[in-house]
């Protein structure tokens, strides 16, 4: 549903920027589309024997949109490379493709799907939708902020979860008493202007 | 004190030096066991429990031969038999301070050798141990064949430390051995 209408919100703004090309539309509040991948980074934090360590996906894309003004009609799609992960241990980098963990020759991407988006006030909102990793999906809320960085906007928030809903870590690693179940995750995510 | 008869007190090592010396050498031969056998691990929980035990281990040796340093400056040890030959002196001296340098130098290779290879020591998963280095996986890997090279070294050391023990006890029969064992002191009082 919401992604119908964030479709249509999408294609009327831009039908309204080719028929009122030369008007300013600068009394409406600039919406944002598409994500800047390079300038986007999801990392995550989790405990190995009571230390921290901390991880990064280095290559992510996807499609949002996003008006200021209409929040509860933004929509998010992301989709993580999960082959572009560096987990903090170098031995550990090639072995997270593997079966036991994302199984990244059959399922090369973690994928997050918004559903619906609520505002929480002062640029805060909670981002409910379907997160994808191996092939297991889980609904979760995300909270994330909104700020601009120029004519960017810039989408940052944190959650956790748990590696067991995902079967990431399998086998030798399905007990947590090493590893741990909670995967801190951080993502800040960079979005362009529609023109 | 040095005006005392040959039969002195002194001869003996005090106990706490004693104790530091076997305690250390029990930790000494786990740590080096178990650095030998967990290194060729496949990647594994098992092989990241033992990587933790062994740097907590290390830590604590670390404490103890700092320790046992500051015992030692204000504890000489008993003075080495007259029987024995300058150049036995010397060799023994220099074996010596040859064992400290290497347990000062190993742990603390390996406390640099985890904060650049970007895995921090937890002592015993409770007490972070500050990282001396920046994360550098390059410097890591030199670390680590430092860690080992000096490993190498020490396990010589302590074969000629242990055989010059057993070679002063069977072959000299003079007390070095037995002076550093945890009765010599009770016997030598009887």
Same mark, same amino acid.
């Given at each position: 549903?919401?992604?119908?209408?964030?479709?249509?919100?999408?294609?009327?703004?831009?039908?309204?920027?080719?028929?009122?090309?030369?008007?300013?539309?600068?009394?409406?509040?600039?919406?944002?589309?598409?994500?800047?991948?390079?300038?986007?980074?999801?990392?995550?934090?989790?405990?190995?024997?009571?230390?921290?360590?901390?991880?990064?996906?280095?290559?992510?894309?996807?499609?949002?949109?996003?008006?200021?003004?209409?929040?509860?009609?933004?929509?998010?799609?992301?989709?993580?490379?999960?082959?572009?992960?560096?987990?903090?241990?170098?031995?550990?980098?090639?072995?997270?493709?593997? /079966?036991?963990?994302?199984?990244?020759?059959?399922?090369?991407?973690?994928?997050?799907?918004?559903?619906?988006?609520?505002?929480?006030?002062?640029?805060?909102?909670?981002?409910?939708?379907?997160?994808?990793? /191996?092939?297991?999906?889980?609904?979760?809320?995300?909270?994330?902020?909104?700020?601009?960085?120029?004519?960017?906007?810039?989408?940052?928030?944190?959650?956790?979860?748990?590696?067991?809903?995902?079967?990431?870590?399998?086998?030798?690693?399905?007990?947590?008493?090493?590893?741990?179940?909670?995967?801190?995750?951080?993502?800040?995510?960079?979005? /362009?202007?529609?023109? | 004190?040095?005006?005392?008869?040959?039969?002195?007190?002194?001869?003996?090592?005090?106990?706490?030096?004693?104790?530091?010396?076997?305690?250390?050498?029990?930790?000494?031969?786990?740590?080096?066991?178990?650095?030998?056998?967990?290194?060729?691990?496949?990647?594994?929980?098992?092989? &990241?429990?033992?990587?933790?035990?062994?740097?907590?281990?290390?830590?604590?040796?670390?404490?103890?031969?700092?320790?046992? &340093?500051?015992?030692?400056? *204000?504890? *000489?040890?008993?003075?080495?038999?007259?029987?024995?030959?300058?150049?036995? *002196?010397?060799?023994?001296?220099?074996?010596?301070?040859?064992?400290? &340098?290497?347990?000062?130098?190993?742990?603390?290779?390996?406390?640099?050798?985890?904060?650049?290879?970007?895995?921090?020591?937890?002592?015993?998963?409770?007490?972070?141990?500050?990282?001396? &280095?920046?994360?550098?996986?390059?410097?890591?890997?030199?670390?680590?064949?430092?860690?080992?090279?000096?490993?190498?070294?020490?396990?010589?050391?302590?074969?000629?430390?242990?055989?010059?023990?057993?070679?002063?006890?069977?072959?000299?029969?003079?007390?070095?051995?037995? *002076?550093?064992?945890?009765?010599?002191?009770?016997?030598?009082?009887?």
């Amino acid at each position: 549903m919401t992604t119908t209408s964030n479709g249509f919100a999408a294609s009327f703004a831009l039908s309204a920027g080719l028929v009122f090309g030369g008007l300013s539309l600068s009394a409406h509040a600039i919406d944002y589309e598409g994500i800047i991948a390079e300038q986007s980074t999801v990392s995550f934090r989790y405990t190995q024997m009571g230390v921290t360590l901390d991880g990064q996906f280095r290559q992510m894309d996807g499609q949002l949109s996003f008006d200021p003004a209409k929040p509860e009609e933004a929509s998010a799609v992301i989709e993580i490379d999960l082959a572009s992960i560096t987990t903090g241990m170098r031995e550990a980098d090639s072995e997270v493709q593997d /079966k036991a963990w994302f199984d990244t020759g059959n399922f090369p991407t973690a994928r997050f799907e918004s559903s619906a988006v609520t505002s929480i006030g002062e640029g805060r909102f909670e981002v409910a939708g379907t997160l994808s990793i /191996k092939g297991m999906s889980r609904p979760v809320v995300v909270p994330a902020t909104f700020r601009t960085d120029g004519d960017i906007a810039v989408f940052e928030g944190q959650f956790d979860l748990l590696r067991g809903d995902f079967s990431v870590g399998e086998g030798a690693w399905a007990k947590f008493d090493i590893l741990a179940n909670e995967i801190q995750v951080h993502f800040n995510i960079a979005a /362009k202007a529609a023109r | 004190m040095s005006g005392a008869t040959r039969i002195a007190p002194g001869r003996s090592y005090t106990s706490v030096a004693k104790l530091l010396h076997w305690i250390m050498a029990l930790m000494i031969f786990g740590l080096i066991g178990l650095g030998l056998y967990m290194e060729g691990l496949p990647f594994s929980p098992d092989k &990241l429990k033992y990587y933790s035990w062994h740097k907590w281990a290390g830590v604590t040796v670390f404490v103890l031969v700092l320790a046992r &340093l500051a015992w030692r400056a *204000r504890h *000489r040890p008993p003075a080495l038999p007259t029987t024995m030959s300058p150049l036995m *002196r010397a060799a023994a001296h220099g074996g010596h301070a040859a064992l400290y &340098l290497l347990m000062v130098a190993i742990p603390l290779t390996g406390w640099l050798m985890s904060s650049a290879k970007g895995v921090p020591t937890v002592w015993f998963g409770v007490l972070p141990i500050p990282d001396l &280095l920046d994360k550098n996986e390059d410097l890591g890997d030199l670390l680590q064949a430092t860690h080992k090279y000096l490993n190498w070294v020490f396990i010589a050391t302590l074969l000629a430390h242990i055989g010059a023990a057993f070679k002063h006890h069977l072959v000299d029969k003079d007390d070095i051995l037995t *002076r550093m064992l945890p009765n010599f002191t009770r016997e030598t009082k009887t």
